[in-house]
């Protein structure tokens, strides 16, 4: 049939949809959900999925279309529109295999990571995916496949040098930004670190957040190869680069009911690090009650389960268990974080000695696995990088390479303090809720918005000195922070 | 916030979506999926499911709007909107836990149902309530309780009688248009058989399909009541009356996989029987190698479930296994089956003689679970209902009430017959080739397109003689029809 193109002017969900009438779409036997073939004369065809509209605003004669089709298709008006039916993708098949409990070819994962790529799947057909995964798990074999599948169907940075260090941590530890201190000690004894980073979902403040406060982040592919292949290292937005970007299709339909497939959690991962092209890898797996990973047992199946795919990967993987119990670093949200950063790199005597530590453990780790320091070695190299000023420098040439960021490095205009209540010694602080409030407050949106933290667990502290102070950039964010009832944030014994 | 509004002139998936630039949904950590409230000052408010135009077609000042929220709002230029965050619903806690394998209560279920029909779901969403029943079953209670909840949150018909009688067929046998043989002849006994049917989804005609070619099918609640009091029954399009309109949403998503959870498969009939207040209700099962119920035994299983089932709702089920090998009658198509089915009622010398006696048996166990015919004498009650020309005369007044519909009953301009290659026995027919050779040749969108079937399963044939002639409205469409190999249709030994 040929019909006349009406704009849809906006994009949402996925790339190319096209839409008919009821009418239209029931002469034609055609349903929601069903691929059709649409050809602009010479000008151009693409393959759609079908939407239908029940109200009559798409005439009986008129193809619906939204602006990426609209334009791929260079539409004019009085042009016409061919629609000719399309075969399904063959990986709904795959998907209700999946969802039946049939283990997957990597072939198959490749087809519907395809799709999923192409936008040839929509959100239903996705969602049936991830349930799929979810309802009967994943070999260690599907999980290589599916991020293979990953990779392969996004970009892939290449590097010059034999041996690529990265590293990841599965969050949840308000304030932990170790990749900053630890990407330039890296790069500093001349190792390749290109690490990609994610910004908050659901917490104050993600790496990439912080690390905007001071540098740019949003480089493209090409300009991140070179800035690791001269300056050995880039602490970038992983969203600003196409590397995996099936993964970014799928969180969008998990997001609804927070659906982790393990499988589908260490695939997305471990796809990051194969995209960067990366063969040593440092996971860091804090532990705590109020983390992801509550109890040690656990801590040491996932990391050998990391372990495993990384190998069937060709990378050498590590596994650090942290402590997860308290806040790491004195300031939480964006900008709070990158000043104790910074101190920790200028190794100023106020620097938070926590971030510090774990920076040096974690560097070390990965001196000695890049091969640049020996077997128990690795800490006190970490540690002349650091203390030497090399790292320091590394960073600042980083941040020039990646393009500069001038946010002032201070704290949101308005503060509340909270006091102790009585004398003693800090027994709890609750993860969860500092970043809630420093969520409240204003943070990741408003940089300097945030809660510093005066005293960590193990602190003496006296009735009526300070335990913490909540920043923001207006007075009703700081305001809302008290539905919280502050005082639970710490607990005094 | 107070945003501009823009208008987005569609409708399509959810009834009330809004649309925000990333850079607004960012400021204000919104993410596509989540709820929120929008007021157009004291014109009103409504509640939307958001999504994210990641294009830049929306200003960051700006909030799109689809046509059923814009209208809703009664918005017009220089109104400004207001958008603050709401809820996700509670029943996403339940879709989650019953994904997760547990039971789900009444309540429960009502409020995801609930949901479902005021459309506060996104497709996602219900995809993963879909997923976890399909995966994990549900109980017989389970089962009734999504009965009610879907009968609940849509509308039901009421009538003035003790006894509501109504039938339904899991479909897969080609011409079975025993409902409009039955209706008439258990509402010309007294009784009061309201019947909403379906059209075709994969199928050459649908009863609604075929009952079209005689009578408008789209009354509404209202006029139906009053007709089924008055005449004692129709035969109307239950897609036209919005008796269970969660049950169309739920369709939608389960369509892309076909996915048929059992339970769900369960609720979905019975909650229309239940909807029209039927309380004695016909099962047939037809039972062949080309049918969805394969095995006897399965049908059996299958039938128990039934009755189960009806029995919590407080209905009396009977089950009808039927042979399900060829198809029923000789036309396939709207108007061959029509046809068909007028030579029944008439009584005509050369109507088909397996459509009467299968309408005859099905009316006969209807009348007896009706009480207007003792056990063992239904079938006869039956026949002196049709032979007598009650039942004609009933469904000529059926057709009456629900307005005539004056289609040709002839058959399609272009015909092709295909011929015996040998003389024998027919010892096959392939029923969903004969289904699909219909189709294609135009059923049931071409009302007067189909098959028309001299021979059936017994009958001997001579070389040279017709097995059966396609007609259709277009040459091209009976044309096509030749992709299928027509020869392999019928085996003749």
Chains 1, 2 share one sequence.
Request: with cysteine; net charge positive.
């Amino acid at each position: 049939m040929k019909l006349i193109p009406r704009k849809i002017p906006i994009k949402v969900g996925n790339k190319f949809v096209a839409v008919l009438s009821k009418t239209t779409a029931h002469k034609f036997d055609l349903h929601a959900g069903d691929r059709i073939q649409i050809k602009n004369g010479h000008k151009g065809d693409l393959r759609a999925i079908l939407d239908v509209s029940e109200n009559g605003e798409i005439d009986e004669n008129e193809i619906g279309l939204f602006s990426e089709p609209w334009k791929k298709l260079k539409t004019k008006r009085g042009d016409r529109i061919t629609v000719t039916i399309a075969d399904k993708p063959i990986s709904l098949v795959y998907i209700r295999e999946k969802l039946d409990g049939k283990k997957l070819s990597p072939e198959k994962y490749n087809e519907i990571i395809k799709d999923v790529v192409e936008d040839d799947l929509s959100d239903v057909e996705m969602a049936y995916f991830v349930s799929g995964c979810y309802k009967n798990g994943m070999t260690d074999d599907e999980t290589v496949a599916l991020t293979r599948s990953i990779v392969k169907n996004g970009g892939r940075l290449k590097f010059k040098k034999r041996i690529v260090m990265d590293k990841h941590c599965i969050g949840g530890v308000p304030g932990n930004r170790t990749t900053m201190i630890v990407v330039p000690i890296v790069a500093a004894a001349g190792l390749i670190m290109p690490k990609t980073s994610s910004r908050a979902i659901t917490s104050p403040a993600g790496t990439a957040d912080t690390m905007e406060v001071l540098a740019n982040v949003k480089n493209d592919a090409k300009r991140l190869q070179q800035i690791a292949n001269r300056v050995g290292g880039f602490i970038t937005w992983g969203g600003g680069v196409d590397l995996a970007a099936a993964d970014d299709h799928m969180i969008r339909v998990r997001n609804p009911l927070s659906l982790d497939p393990q499988g589908m959690l260490l695939a997305s991962i471990m796809a990051k690090k194969f995209s960067v092209s990366a063969n040593r890898v440092l996971i860091d797996i804090p532990c705590g009650p109020q983390v992801k990973v509550k109890k040690r047992a656990d801590a040491i199946a996932l990391g050998n389960k990391f372990k495993l795919i990384g190998r069937k990967l060709g990378m050498k993987v590590q596994i650090l268990i942290s402590n997860g119990e308290q806040p790491i670093g004195n300031g939480i949200g964006p900008v709070l974080e990158a000043r104790d950063v910074l101190k920790v790199l200028a190794c100023e005597k106020d620097a938070p000695k926590d971030l510090r530590e774990k920076g040096l453990k974690m560097a070390g780790i990965l001196l000695e696995l890049g091969e640049k320091a020996k077997k128990g070695q690795g800490y006190k190299k970490a540690k002349d990088l650091l203390d030497s000023g090399k790292a320091n420098k590394k960073f600042m040439q980083m941040i020039k390479a990646q393009g500069e960021q001038r946010i002032a490095i201070r704290e949101g205009e308005f503060a509340k303090h909270v006091l102790a209540k009585k004398t003693g010694k800090v027994v709890g602080i609750h993860n969860k809720l500092v970043a809630r409030i420093a969520r409240t407050a204003g943070a990741p949106v408003d940089k300097q918005a945030g809660v510093y933290l005066y005293k960590k667990l193990g602190d003496k502290v006296k009735k009526g000195e300070k335990l913490f102070t909540i920043y923001a950039d207006n007075k009703e964010r700081l305001k809302n922070t008290e539905i919280f009832g502050l005082d639970n944030a710490y607990t005094v014994k």
